[in-house]
């Protein structure tokens, strides 16, 4: 994957406008994970809540694992933007934007709430809005835990189209290098060498920003819920 980054920048540097007929092939892998990502959050979700025997538990695991995410964010979002601040990466980048970009205002947190609850679950399921795909997961596996014995045809569906999901992943990810390349390229051949300092310090950015969140945050919540060392946590998980 990095050797088609670098390579599609390359050559889309030396090559130029021209480079930019191979556009639709990146544009193919962008779509391709599109497409998987709306059915693996749902089924997913749907089918972890689903699984819980002990409701109770749920809501006290439940409860522990929306704070833990709450600090989690709150914290990669502050590190995100010291490091952004520090770092600079887009300083000197300008790109080619046609019209003028308005900002909108910011919504109230009454109108944020009753945006996460979908007044149509399908509509949100083909538009790709998280927020309220996660909400119906959740509410729809709450359901299933609900009803009993009742629950087990929908769950077999959703394990069934949960690993048929994670096929088509590792399906899709096979063309990852051809849609790396295409669009590095593309990238390159736009800007051409204007493109390369703010792309690597966008890239130092997120990888240092990332090692921190990683090592650090998610090492001190392991360490002190869990009682795990996240050299060791890592190692286990490194094939998964």
Same mark, same amino acid.
């Given at each position: &994957?990095?050797?088609?980054? @670098? ?5 889309? @540097? ?15 892998? !962008?779509?391709?994970?599109? =497409? ?10 749907? +089918? ?7 409701? *109770? ?7 522990? &694992?929306?704070?833990?995410?709450? $600090?989690?964010? $709150? ?8 490091? !952004?601040?520090? @770092? ?55 359901? +299933?835990? +609900? ?19 994670? *096929? ?11 849609? !790396?390349?295409?669009? =590095? ?15 690597? *310090? ?12 990683? +090592? ?11 009682? $795990? ?7 286990? !998980?490194?094939?998964?």
């Amino acid at each position: &994957m990095l050797i088609a980054m @670098i390579l599609g920048l390359i050559v889309g @540097i030396i090559v130029g406008e021209p480079i930019m007929v191979i556009e639709p092939f990146g544009t193919a892998f !962008v779509n391709l994970l599109k =497409m998987c990502m709306v059915p693996i959050v749902f089924t997913s979700i749907t +089918l972890s809540v689903s699984q819980v025997e002990d409701f *109770k538990e749920f809501g006290r695991v439940g409860g522990r &694992m929306l704070l833990l995410f709450m $600090i989690t964010t $709150i914290c990669a979002a502050i590190l995100g933007t010291v490091f !952004v601040n520090i @770092i600079q990466p887009g300083a000197g980048f300008s790109m080619n934007v046609e019209g003028t970009v308005e900002a909108n205002e910011a919504p109230s947190v009454a109108e944020i709430f009753l945006g996460i609850i979908p007044t149509n679950p399908v509509q949100a399921l083909a538009s790709g809005d998280l927020l309220p795909i996660l909400f119906f997961a959740i509410m729809l596996g709450v359901s +299933l835990i +609900l009803i009993g014995e009742k629950k087990q045809p929908m769950v077999d569906v959703l394990q069934s189209g949960f690993d048929a999901m994670l *096929k088509m992943i590792s399906i899709c990810l096979k063309y990852a290098p051809i849609g !790396v390349f295409s669009l =590095m390229a593309v990238l390159g051949g736009e800007y051409g060498l204007e493109t390369l300092l703010p792309l690597g *310090k966008f890239f130092l950015t997120e990888y240092l920003v990332m090692t921190i969140q990683i +090592l650090v945050v998610y090492g001190l919540v392991l360490a002190i819920v869990a009682k $795990i060392n996240i050299f060791k946590f890592l190692f286990r !998980v490194k094939d998964a």
